[in-house]
């Protein structure tokens, strides 16, 4: 799939936004006075550019709102109104606590139970889609949850705990990674079910020499060599580096250090997450298989 | 209720959903009228809203397409709207080939024109070359330059497919292109030889999706296999070149196993003419004729001599005569002799076909099978041209059809010819279930006028320029031997060019040979690009200068509606409307859009008038017979005898009674074929959808050339002026009478250098050499087969302007067969080096395996220049396309005997494209394609970025 | 809007014969023209004449080469539109409820004005059926030509999607496909209509009919070939011979 700016930016920015907020709700850092202001803004800020970076990626922005009616049967949807209850409760929790002074703990577990919630409909988002089957898996919205709440972790300078999480979570994405790569082979779906032509079928000439809509947006490629190069550069510096540095002597720059390698490896983990993803329409346009 | 396999999460919700308005008006109104988006000529509607083209679909009534349309013809209305229209009339400003020009008044360049040309013709009309490209207007633009007085006419035919033209109507007095058609409705075999798309186009879809729909078998022969042969039930993916051969050794099999049609070979062919054979005669190897000149056959009921059309003559298929010591025997001795000969047996030829013996004798297994085992009779009564009544038509349901394949080979006009004998072999011409004339067809060669170059300063040529020679009186040459024509048509290096040598103008101008011209003047050939060989030096040409700085072709005016490559080579540009502006006549006196069963021609109207100073090209020659005073365009007293084009085509009469359109002719309307012009002829031709037809009456369905009531019937809708049956020949006395000059008999005699060639290539009976373009491209050196095929969804080069078929085909791969990719270890997206004697281009490459494992191939003229088409300079089709153009040659390389002979057919003067050679190297990925010409300047604004276009939402 | 409806009272589609398609891409271009001009923004061409142009359309044709164990290489030309599925994930992921499943017909078809361009239907659907308009930015598919198929200005012979009605070589054919005695359900119980990727659980109304075998070797034929003659002198004999009882 295209690694849109718009879609990376919108999960990882929501991801640490939301897992710092659930910190926060679970009172994993301070909610109070100025610092409590700084993290509720870094917390909010982070969804709230995480979820406005989504809609970059729509042709109709502004009719953003509908997409609030398919709460039903759309992940979308349901994320789209997670997201407002969440940015609401966290809401009502972060006023009450930096305005009044007052931390109502049933509402801040309340918050935090709503903002894993959300970062999981996020993930079914791509979870759910049975074309792309490295994402068709529980271990999609696992990674999701895993790289909010250590992300946030880490914002909230739980500093053995990060260190724990970073390790836990290092060792998920790389065997996640190793599953996915066997995933489309094990769907099921060939270019010979595709086209119901046997199995010793492939493209010979695609339909338009022209571009098109699928062949941007899906059929993206990206050469193994190069997958596995930067699957190495993202485990050194989303896990390693950043848990290496908080194992250090504590200080303010290396936790930073730790905090920008992190996300400077998410960012590169959601790219790969995108681009490396398979989609079966790739079939019909002379993607060799997985 | 869920269909039985509905599995599904239930929705506890009623279902909610938008009410949609399911009858939207379609369009404000039909106009019916013609596409042109290639020749096959199908039946639109045109829907308009607010008085703008909104959307076309097919014609349900139109006998060609019968409701469908191609790619091409439903993409129309972006052809149409194409930002590569050319706006005015252009002149000149830059060098030749820069593309700059500026815009004049349509007063300015016609004056320029009609001075230059008045002045030609007063003292030397040959000076003018005038060449049409795809014209289908072929009937008026050669009447023009007849009245104008010029040799130097043709149109695209020489280099198109003149093989087949000429060797059908040599043969059997008709060809395939779209002049004739399987029987679709009854055939069991079909077999395919060459064919990618052509013109026939959707006839052909059409038809074979009917046999699909019967599970009738559908044979297809190609070294490439797409399309057609993508669905053919059987591929027999056959060496290019060798068809020929290929041919002669089903007939091979066939006679040895007796499976012909004997019956139908001695009545209706000239099987059972006797020959000459006496050696000292004048006619030796001619018909033995009697003193009416008529072929002689013996007739089976007396066993004496009769003429072949002799009242209830029953002629003998085996007949001999013994006549002052020689004996004369019937045409088919010397088809068993020539054919039961063991260089046709299946083992040796199979290698160099390519096709396995075993697989040769099984076709030729099958196609008796078809022909005799399902064998089948008409319940329909008719009466042949000897008077003898036949209560029933016999059927013969194998069918062929063939064009470029076979016939764009220097060896093409004898292999047409050897599949036409094949067909007659096993009587599958003309009966049901068989191949089918188209009327006019069948018209024999000698019913066609001959060739006709008489030059008198000021006054017209003596007749048509363009015509069917019988020997060697008929050819266009000088006493001194030079030809008269520009293109050297009709002389003894390709005497039988029936179609002449487009292919051929540009290098003879340019040389001066046989003698310079002043004026070239197109009219709709792209002859700076694809449809000429040698592209870049004729590029060169067009632009080269004399010792005195002047263009060494001193004038060129071009006709063409878009901003295409030979736009930049003009010194005036006379800008044509589109299809949808302008009338056309689609005319039963050149290519009609005749059906098997019926007669059919056709028009184009304006649907929509032009918003740009542009002129429908057939009213601008209208107007230019009328400034230059030619005769037929102004009467006595010098005034114009037609306002236009549609003026012309309702009231001129080439013969009388006889016009451009055969519907709704005399005064009231109600004749068809012959009578008055009828003023009211156009609006009757747009009330009946464009078109005009005339059902075959039921008894003058088949066996055409000999049925007295189809000839009858032709007499009186004006095919003809007094009935013509005939004889097919599998013998061909035109041939033979070159091949005697060669020997050395008659008056007539070719140079010296041309005899061992026109001795071996020019035999009476189909013979078959090797593509003389194989004696000179070394095959180690060159040793591959290269071919170009047409696309389905793209016409030449003006395709590209069409903003969504350049989305199917923006670039084009060289295509390599599996063993020639894995040879030189060729990866996707590989480039390629591939040479051939004429030059060299690199180009991308791809794999194919269903391809004749010498053979590689592209698509046509894929390849554009940069800033033609109003196509922006990166576009692909500039840096990745390209064309094989540049390495096929007009002249074959020099092979020791100080000659370069052209690369042509030499009977007919075919171009041989399908001959080249090549070698390829893999090398490593250049940024865009080579050769790259410099970008020429567009004379049309630039292209809009996006394309939304809905005339109403 | 977003569910699927419950029932279908008919399943509208399309069976596209696969031994007969020819790839002429002709119902590609009645399908952009006819959709051009009618449901929804037109369909539009972004770089229309430059480098990288990029239009939407309803209806692509592909073409694969099977290489067979015995035998040739063949070429089988595919054109794949949407298949208006039973079990349309597309239709569930959308958010906005602009994709829906037509309960009469079974058509799935976007609402243009609904639609808010996010591209999740496009991911949804293993066959890549939709494309996102590049100048309207919404999302398009096809249609089955919804507004010619029960249109009451244009005669019922026409009231069939624009490419079926063009197809030259006959290669598409609608109809009802709940309907067991429909033509259509005819040819796929006659030549064993078979879905794509049906593993994906879409359930697609759309059948394509194989290819049938090619380049089958049949020598019952070699008797026809049995020689009655090795030289000319012998077949004109023989020839002479065979008349004589005519
Ligand atoms: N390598 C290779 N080369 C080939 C062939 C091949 O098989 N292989 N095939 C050959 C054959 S058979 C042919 S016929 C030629 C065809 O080659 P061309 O005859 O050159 O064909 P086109 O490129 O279609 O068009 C010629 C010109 O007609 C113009 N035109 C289009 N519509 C109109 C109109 O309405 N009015 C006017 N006045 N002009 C118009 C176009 O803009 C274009 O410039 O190519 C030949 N070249
Ligand atoms: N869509 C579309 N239709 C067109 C045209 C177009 O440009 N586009 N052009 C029109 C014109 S001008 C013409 S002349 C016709 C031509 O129509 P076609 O005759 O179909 O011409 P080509 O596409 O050149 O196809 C030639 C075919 O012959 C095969 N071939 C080459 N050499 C050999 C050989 O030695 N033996 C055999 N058996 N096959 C061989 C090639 O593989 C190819 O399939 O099409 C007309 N129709
Ligand atoms: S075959 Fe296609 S392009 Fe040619 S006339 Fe018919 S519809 Fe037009
Ligand atoms: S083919 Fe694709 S777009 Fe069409 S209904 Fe099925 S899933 Fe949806
Ligand atoms: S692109 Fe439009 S139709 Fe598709 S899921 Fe999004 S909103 Fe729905
Ligand atoms: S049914 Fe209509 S919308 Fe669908 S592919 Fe055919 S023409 Fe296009
Ligand atoms: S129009 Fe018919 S034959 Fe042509 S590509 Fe489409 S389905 Fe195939
Ligand atoms: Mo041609």
Same mark, same amino acid.
């Given at each position: 799939?295209?690694?849109?700016?718009?879609?990376?930016?919108?999960?990882?920015?929501?991801?640490?936004?939301?897992?710092?907020?659930?910190?926060?709700?679970?009172?994993?850092?301070?909610?109070?006075?100025?610092?409590?202001?700084?993290?509720?803004?870094?917390?909010?800020?982070? =969804?709230?550019?995480?979820?406005?970076?989504?809609?970059?990626?729509?042709?109709?922005?502004?009719?953003?709102?509908?997409?609030?009616?398919?709460?039903?049967? &759309?992940?979308?949807?349901?994320?789209?109104?997670?997201?407002?209850?969440?940015?609401?409760?966290?809401?009502?929790?972060?006023?009450?606590?930096?305005?009044?002074?007052?931390?109502?703990?049933?509402?801040?577990?309340?918050?935090?139970?709503?903002?894993?919630?959300?970062?999981?409909?996020?993930?079914?988002?791509?979870?759910?889609?049975?074309?792309?089957?490295?994402?068709?898996?529980? &271990?999609?919205?696992?990674?999701?949850?895993?790289?909010?709440?250590?992300?946030?972790?880490?914002?909230?300078?739980?500093?053995?705990? #990060? =260190?724990?999480?970073?390790?836990?979570?290092?060792?998920?994405?790389?065997?996640?990674?190793?599953?996915?790569?066997?995933?489309?082979? #094990?769907?099921?779906?060939?270019?010979?079910?595709?086209?119901?032509?046997?199995?010793?079928?492939?493209?010979?000439?695609?339909?338009?020499?022209?571009?098109?809509?699928?062949?941007?947006?899906?059929?993206?490629?990206?050469?193994?060599?190069?997958?596995?190069?930067?699957? &190495?550069?993202?485990?050194?510096?989303?896990?390693?580096?950043? #848990?290496?540095?908080?194992?250090?002597?504590?200080?303010?720059?290396?936790?930073?250090?730790?905090?920008? =390698?992190?996300?400077?490896?998410?960012?590169?983990?959601?790219?790969?997450?995108?681009?490396?993803?398979?989609?079966?329409?790739?079939?019909?346009?002379?993607?060799?298989?997985? | 209720?869920?269909?039985?396999?509905?599995?599904?999460?239930?929705?506890?919700?009623?279902?909610?959903?938008?009410?949609?308005?399911?009858?939207?008006?379609?369009?404000?109104?039909?106009?019916?009228?013609?596409?042109?988006?290639?020749?096959?000529?199908?039946?639109?509607?045109?829907?308009?809203?607010?008085?703008?083209?909104?959307?076309?679909?097919?014609?349900?009534?139109?006998?060609?397409?019968?409701?469908?349309? @191609?790619?091409?013809?439903?993409?129309?209305?972006?052809?149409?709207?194409?930002?590569?229209?050319?706006?005015?009339?252009?002149?000149?400003?830059?060098?030749?080939?820069?593309?700059?020009?500026?815009?004049?008044?349509?007063?300015?360049?016609?004056?320029?024109?009609?001075?230059?040309?008045?002045?030609?013709?007063?003292?030397?009309?040959?000076?003018?070359?005038?060449?049409?490209?795809?014209?289908?207007?072929?009937?008026?633009?050669?009447?023009?330059?007849?009245?104008?007085?010029?040799?130097?006419?043709?149109?695209?035919?020489?280099?198109?497919?003149?093989?087949?033209?000429?060797?059908?109507?040599?043969?059997?007095?008709? !060809?395939?292109?779209?002049?004739?058609?399987?029987?679709?409705?009854?055939?069991?075999?079909?077999?395919?030889?060459?064919?990618?798309?052509?013109?026939?186009?959707?006839?052909?879809?059409?038809?074979?999706?009917?046999?699909?729909?019967?599970?009738?078998?559908?044979?297809?022969? /190609?070294?490439?296999?797409?399309?057609?042969?993508?669905?053919?039930?059987?591929?027999?993916?056959?060496?290019?070149?060798?068809?020929?051969?290929?041919?002669?050794?089903?007939? $091979?099999?066939?006679?040895?196993?007796?499976?012909?049609?004997?019956?139908?070979?001695?009545?209706?062919?000239?099987?059972?003419?006797?020959?000459?054979?006496?050696?000292?005669?004048?006619?030796?190897?001619?018909?033995?004729?009697?003193?009416?000149?008529?072929?002689?056959?013996?007739?089976?009921?007396?066993?004496?001599?009769?003429?072949?059309?002799?009242?209830?003559?029953?002629?003998?298929?085996?007949?001999?005569?013994?006549?002052?010591?020689?004996?004369?025997?019937?045409?088919?001795?010397?088809?068993?002799?020539?054919?039961?000969?063991?260089?046709?047996?299946?083992?040796?030829?199979?290698?160099?076909?390519?096709?396995?013996?075993?697989?040769?004798?099984?076709?030729?297994?099958?196609?008796?099978?078809?022909?005799?085992?399902?064998?089948?009779?008409?319940?329909?009564?008719?009466?042949?041209?000897?008077?003898?009544?036949?209560?029933?038509?016999?059927?013969?349901?194998?069918?062929?059809?063939?064009?470029?394949?076979?016939?764009?080979?220097?060896?093409?006009?004898?292999?047409?010819?050897?599949?036409?004998?094949?067909?007659?072999?096993?009587?599958?011409?003309?009966?049901?279930?068989?191949?089918?004339?188209?009327?006019?067809?069948?018209?024999?060669?000698?019913?066609?006028?001959?060739?006709?170059?008489?030059?008198?300063?000021?006054?017209?040529?003596?007749?048509? $320029?363009?015509?069917?020679?019988?020997?060697?009186?008929?050819?266009?040459?000088?006493?001194?031997?030079?030809?008269?024509?520009?293109?050297?048509?009709?002389?003894?290096? /390709?005497?039988?060019?029936?179609?002449?040598?487009?292919?051929?103008?540009?290098?003879?101008?340019? %040389?001066?040979?046989?003698?310079?011209?002043?004026?070239?003047?197109?009219?709709?050939?792209?002859?700076?690009?694809?449809?000429?060989?040698?592209?870049?030096?004729?590029?060169?040409?067009?632009?080269?200068?004399?010792?005195?700085?002047?263009?060494?072709?001193?004038?060129?005016?071009?006709?063409?509606?878009?901003?295409?490559?030979?736009?930049?080579?003009?010194?005036?540009?006379?800008?044509?409307?589109?299809?949808?502006?302008?009338?056309? @006549?689609?005319?039963?006196?050149?290519?009609?859009?005749?059906?098997?069963?019926?007669? !059919?021609?056709?028009?184009?109207?304006?649907?929509?008038?032009?918003?740009?100073?542009?002129?429908?090209?057939?009213?601008?020659?209208?107007?230019?017979?009328?400034?230059?005073?030619?005769?037929?365009?102004?009467?006595?007293?010098?005034?114009?005898?037609?306002?236009?084009?549609?003026?012309?085509?309702?009231?001129? +009469?080439?013969?009388?009674?006889?016009?451009?359109?055969?519907?709704?002719?005399?005064?009231?309307?109600?004749?068809?074929?012959?009578?008055?012009? /009828?003023?009211?002829?156009?609006?009757?031709?747009?009330?009946?959808?464009?078109?005009?037809?005339?059902?075959?009456?039921?008894?003058?369905?088949?066996?055409?050339?000999? /049925?007295?009531?189809?000839?009858?019937?032709?007499?009186?809708?004006?095919?003809?002026?007094?009935?013509?049956?005939?004889?097919?020949?599998?013998?061909?006395?035109?041939?033979?009478?070159?091949?005697? %000059?060669?020997?050395?008999?008659?008056? $007539?005699?070719?140079?010296?250098?041309?005899?061992?060639?026109?001795?071996?290539?020019?035999?009476?009976?189909?013979?078959?050499?090797?593509?003389?373009?194989?004696?000179?491209?070394?095959?180690?050196?060159?040793?591959?087969?290269?071919?170009? +095929?047409?696309?389905?969804?793209?016409?030449?080069?003006?395709?590209?302007?069409?903003?969504?078929?350049? +989305?199917?085909?923006?670039?084009?791969?060289?295509?390599?067969?599996?063993?020639?990719?894995?040879?030189?270890?060729?990866?996707?997206?590989?480039?390629?080096?591939?040479?051939?004697?004429?030059?060299?281009?690199?180009?991308?490459?791809?794999?194919?395996?269903?391809?004749?494992?010498?053979?590689?191939?592209?698509?046509?003229?894929?390849?554009?220049?940069?800033?033609?088409?109003?196509?922006?300079?990166?576009?692909?089709?500039?840096?990745?396309?390209?064309?094989?153009?540049?390495?096929?040659?007009?002249?074959?390389?020099?092979?020791?005997?100080?000659?370069?002979?052209?690369?042509?057919?030499?009977?007919?003067?075919?171009?041989?494209?399908?001959?080249?050679?090549?070698?390829?190297?893999?090398?490593?990925?250049?940024?865009?394609?080579?050769?790259?010409?410099?970008?020429?300047?567009?004379?049309?604004?630039?292209?809009?970025?996006?394309?939304?276009?809905?005339?109403?939402? | 809007?977003?569910?699927?409806?419950?029932?279908?009272?008919?399943?509208?589609?399309?069976?596209?014969?696969?031994?007969?398609?020819?790839?002429?891409?002709?119902?590609?271009?009645?399908?952009?023209?006819?959709?051009?001009?009618?449901?929804?923004?037109?369909?539009?061409?972004?770089?229309?004449?430059?480098?990288?142009?990029?239009?939407?359309?309803?209806?692509?044709?592909?073409?694969?080469?099977?290489?067979?164990?015995?035998?040739?290489?063949?070429?089988?030309?595919?054109?794949?539109?949407?298949?208006?599925?039973?079990?349309?994930?597309?239709?569930?992921?959308?958010?906005?409820?602009?994709?829906?499943?037509?309960?009469?017909?079974?058509?799935?078809?976007?609402?243009?004005?609904?639609?808010?361009?996010?591209?999740?239907?496009?991911?949804?659907?293993?066959?890549?059926?939709?494309?996102?308009?590049?100048?309207? *930015?919404?999302?398009?598919?096809?249609?089955?030509?919804?507004?010619?198929?029960?249109?009451?200005?244009?005669?019922?012979?026409?009231?069939?999607?624009?490419?079926?009605?063009?197809?030259?070589?006959?290669?598409?054919?609608?109809?009802?496909?709940?309907?067991?005695?429909?033509?259509?359900?005819?040819?796929?119980?006659?030549?064993?209509?078979?879905?794509?990727?049906?593993?994906?659980?879409?359930?697609?109304?759309?059948?394509?009919?194989?290819?049938?075998?090619?380049?089958?070797?049949?020598?019952?034929?070699?008797?026809?070939?049995?020689?009655?003659?090795?030289?000319?002198?012998?077949?004109?004999?023989?020839?002479?011979?065979?008349?004589? *009882?005519?």
């Amino acid at each position: 799939m295209h690694p849109a700016p718009s879609l990376i930016a919108f999960t990882v920015l929501s991801g640490l936004g939301f897992g710092l907020l659930a910190c926060l709700g679970l009172g994993l850092a301070p909610t109070e006075r100025w610092t409590g202001t700084v993290f509720f803004a870094l917390g909010f800020g982070l =969804a709230g550019t995480g979820l406005l970076s989504s809609t970059l990626h729509l042709g109709h922005p502004e009719r953003a709102l509908k997409a609030f009616t398919q709460w039903r049967t &759309s992940w979308l949807s349901r994320e789209a109104w997670l997201a407002c209850a969440t940015l609401a409760v966290a809401g009502l929790y972060a006023a009450l606590a930096v305005l009044a002074g007052l931390t109502v703990a049933p509402l801040g577990w309340l918050a935090a139970a709503l903002c894993l919630v959300t970062v999981g409909a996020t993930s079914m988002i791509y979870g759910q889609l049975r074309t792309v089957p490295r994402w068709h898996h529980w &271990s999609t919205p696992a990674l999701f949850v895993g790289f909010a709440v250590t992300g946030g972790i880490l914002l909230a300078g739980q500093v053995t705990a #990060a =260190a724990v999480l970073l390790a836990l979570l290092g060792v998920a994405q790389f065997l996640a990674w190793r599953a996915g790569d066997r995933r489309l082979a #094990a769907s099921g779906s060939t270019v010979a079910t595709a086209t119901g032509l046997g199995p010793r079928v492939r493209l010979f000439e695609p339909p338009h020499t022209g571009g098109n809509y699928l062949t941007h947006e899906m059929v993206f490629q990206v050469a193994r060599r190069h997958a596995t190069k930067l699957r &190495s550069i993202a485990l050194v510096v989303a896990f390693i580096a950043p #848990a290496v540095l908080l194992m250090l002597p504590f200080s303010h720059a290396l936790a930073a250090a730790a905090v920008v =390698a992190h996300v400077a490896g998410m960012v590169l983990i959601r790219w790969l997450f995108f681009a490396e993803a398979e989609h079966v329409v790739g079939l019909y346009y002379g993607r060799p298989v997985g | 209720m869920l269909g039985p396999e509905g599995h599904r999460r239930t929705d506890p919700m009623p279902h909610r959903q938008p009410a949609l308005d399911l009858s939207p008006p379609v369009s404000d109104e039909v106009r019916k009228t013609t596409c042109y988006m290639c020749a096959c000529r199908c039946g639109i509607d045109v829907h308009l809203k607010e008085g703008k083209v909104a959307y076309i679909e097919g014609n349900r009534d139109h006998p060609v397409n019968r409701g469908v349309l @191609c790619a091409k013809g439903s993409a129309g209305i972006m052809q149409h709207l194409s930002p590569a229209r050319l706006r005015a009339p252009l002149r000149r400003t830059g060098p030749r080939g820069s593309g700059q020009f500026e815009e004049i008044t349509w007063d300015e360049a016609l004056g320029i024109v009609a001075e230059r040309l008045a002045g030609l013709r007063r003292t030397a009309p040959e000076k003018l070359a005038f060449f049409t490209g795809r014209d289908q207007s072929q009937s008026f633009t050669s009447w023009w330059a007849q009245a104008y007085g010029t040799p130097n006419y043709a149109a695209h035919g020489g280099f198109c497919s003149v093989n087949m033209a000429a060797a059908g109507i040599y043969t059997m007095g008709g !060809a395939f292109w779209e002049f004739g058609q399987p029987d679709w409705e009854r055939t069991r075999l079909f077999l395919i030889f060459g064919v990618a798309e052509d013109h026939d186009s959707n006839p052909i879809k059409m038809g074979l999706g009917r046999l699909k729909a019967r599970g009738a078998k559908v044979i297809g022969v /190609n070294p490439i296999r797409t399309g057609y042969n993508a669905i053919a039930d059987e591929w027999v993916g056959i060496t290019p070149g060798t068809d020929g051969l290929f041919i002669l050794s089903l007939i $091979h099999c066939l006679l040895k196993a007796g499976k012909i049609d004997a019956d139908y070979l001695a009545r209706l062919t000239d099987a059972s003419v006797l020959l000459d054979e006496d050696p000292r005669s004048e006619t030796h190897g001619l018909y033995l004729r009697d003193a009416d000149g008529k072929p002689q056959v013996i007739d089976r009921r007396t066993g004496h001599l009769a003429p072949w059309d002799g009242e209830g003559v029953e002629p003998r298929l085996t007949g001999s005569l013994r006549r002052a010591g020689t004996t004369h025997r019937s045409v088919f001795h010397r088809v068993a002799e020539a054919y039961l000969d063991a260089r046709y047996a299946p083992e040796t030829v199979a290698a160099t076909c390519g096709v396995t013996a075993e697989r040769i004798r099984r076709i030729a297994a099958e196609l008796a099978h078809a022909a005799f085992d399902q064998a089948f009779e008409v319940a329909q009564p008719w009466t042949d041209f000897r008077g003898k009544r036949h209560e029933t038509m016999p059927g013969r349901p194998v069918s062929v059809h063939a064009m470029r394949g076979i016939s764009a080979h220097s060896n093409g006009f004898q292999t047409c010819r050897a599949l036409h004998v094949l067909q007659i072999l096993l009587g599958a011409v003309e009966t049901p279930g068989s191949f089918r004339f188209k009327p006019p067809y069948p018209k024999p060669a000698t019913a066609h006028p001959k060739p006709h170059g008489k030059v008198r300063p000021g006054e017209p040529l003596d007749g048509p $320029h363009l015509g069917f020679v019988h020997g060697p009186a008929d050819l266009l040459v000088n006493d001194d031997g030079t030809a008269r024509r520009i293109d050297k048509a009709f002389t003894w290096e /390709n005497p039988m060019s029936a179609h002449g040598m487009m292919h051929m103008v540009i290098s003879n101008a340019h %040389a001066g040979d046989p003698y310079p011209i002043d004026t070239l003047f197109l009219y709709m050939a792209n002859m700076a690009w694809n449809s000429t060989m040698n592209t870049s030096a004729v590029m060169e040409m067009l632009a080269d200068k004399d010792a005195d700085g002047d263009y060494k072709i001193p004038f060129i005016v071009y006709s063409d509606a878009y901003s295409s490559e030979m736009v930049a080579y003009a010194d005036i540009v006379l800008p044509d409307t589109t299809y949808l502006e302008r009338h056309d @006549c689609i005319s039963l006196l050149d290519r009609p859009i005749s059906e098997a069963d019926a007669a !059919a021609d056709a028009i184009r109207w304006p649907v929509v008038e032009p918003d740009r100073d542009v002129r429908g090209f057939q009213s601008v020659l209208v107007d230019l017979g009328v400034r230059l005073g030619l005769p037929g365009f102004v009467d006595a007293e010098g005034k114009a005898v037609y306002a236009d084009y549609a003026d012309y085509m309702v009231n001129h +009469q080439r013969r009388p009674g006889v016009g451009p359109l055969a519907g709704w002719r005399g005064e009231d309307g109600a004749a068809g074929g012959r009578g008055a012009p /009828n003023p009211e002829q156009l609006e009757k031709y747009k009330e009946n959808g464009g078109f005009w037809t005339a059902h075959i009456p039921e008894e003058a369905q088949y066996y055409k050339p000999w /049925n007295r009531a189809y000839q009858d019937w032709a007499v009186e809708v004006g095919l003809f002026d007094a009935p013509q049956p005939y004889l097919f020949s599998l013998w061909c006395e035109p041939l033979r009478r070159f091949q005697a %000059a060669a020997e050395g008999k008659g008056r $007539h005699r070719p140079p010296e250098h041309l005899r061992a060639q026109m001795q071996a290539t020019m035999t009476p009976l189909p013979t078959w050499y090797a593509p003389l373009g194989d004696g000179h491209a070394d095959p180690v050196e060159y040793p591959v087969h290269a071919l170009t +095929q047409r696309p389905m969804a793209m016409y030449h080069s003006w395709g590209s302007q069409n903003a969504w078929l350049r +989305q199917i085909h923006g670039r084009n791969p060289l295509y390599l067969p599996t063993a020639l990719w894995e040879k030189y270890r060729f990866q996707e997206g590989d480039w390629a080096c591939v040479r051939s004697p004429a030059g060299e281009i690199t180009v991308p490459v791809a794999h194919m395996a269903a391809l004749n494992p010498h053979t590689v191939w592209t698509w046509n003229a894929i390849g554009k220049r940069r800033g033609a088409w109003a196509l922006d300079k990166g576009a692909p089709e500039a840096t990745k396309g390209f064309l094989l153009n540049h390495l096929i040659h007009e002249l074959l390389p020099e092979r020791g005997d100080g000659l370069r002979w052209s690369n042509s057919d030499p009977i007919t003067g075919q171009a041989a494209w399908f001959d080249l050679r090549v070698s390829i190297e893999k090398v490593r990925a250049p940024r865009h394609v080579y050769p790259d010409p410099p970008p020429q300047a567009s004379p049309v604004p630039p292209a809009p970025a996006r394309v939304a276009q809905k005339v109403r939402p | 809007m977003t569910a699927l409806p419950n029932r279908v009272e008919r399943k509208l589609g399309l069976v596209i014969d696969l031994d007969t398609c020819v790839g002429c891409h002709a119902c590609v271009t009645a399908c952009k023209g006819w959709n051009t001009e009618n449901y929804g923004a037109p369909l539009g061409d972004a770089d229309a004449y430059g480098a990288d142009p990029v239009g939407a359309f309803l209806n692509r044709i592909h073409s694969f080469e099977v290489t067979p164990d015995e035998g040739p290489a063949q070429v089988v030309h595919f054109p794949k539109s949407c298949l208006h599925c039973d079990d349309a994930p597309c239709v569930t992921v959308c958010p906005t409820g602009a994709s829906y499943k037509r309960s009469e017909d079974g058509i799935v078809l976007v609402n243009e004005s609904d639609c808010i361009g996010c591209g999740l239907c496009a991911w949804a659907c293993p066959y890549g059926a939709r494309e996102q308009d590049p100048v309207e *930015k919404v999302m398009k598919k096809c249609t089955l030509c919804v507004d010619r198929i029960y249109n009451d200005n244009l005669p019922e012979v026409d009231r069939v999607p624009a490419c079926v009605r063009t197809c030259p070589a006959g290669a598409r054919h609608f109809g009802d496909l709940s309907d067991p005695d429909s033509d259509v359900s005819r040819l796929v119980a006659e030549r064993d209509g078979m879905d794509l990727m049906p593993e994906q659980g879409t359930a697609p109304v759309n059948k394509y009919l194989p290819p049938r075998p090619k380049d089958a070797e049949l020598d019952i034929l070699a008797p026809l070939l049995e020689p009655v003659a090795e030289t000319p002198r012998g077949l004109l004999g023989w020839l002479d011979r065979a008349l004589e *009882k005519l």
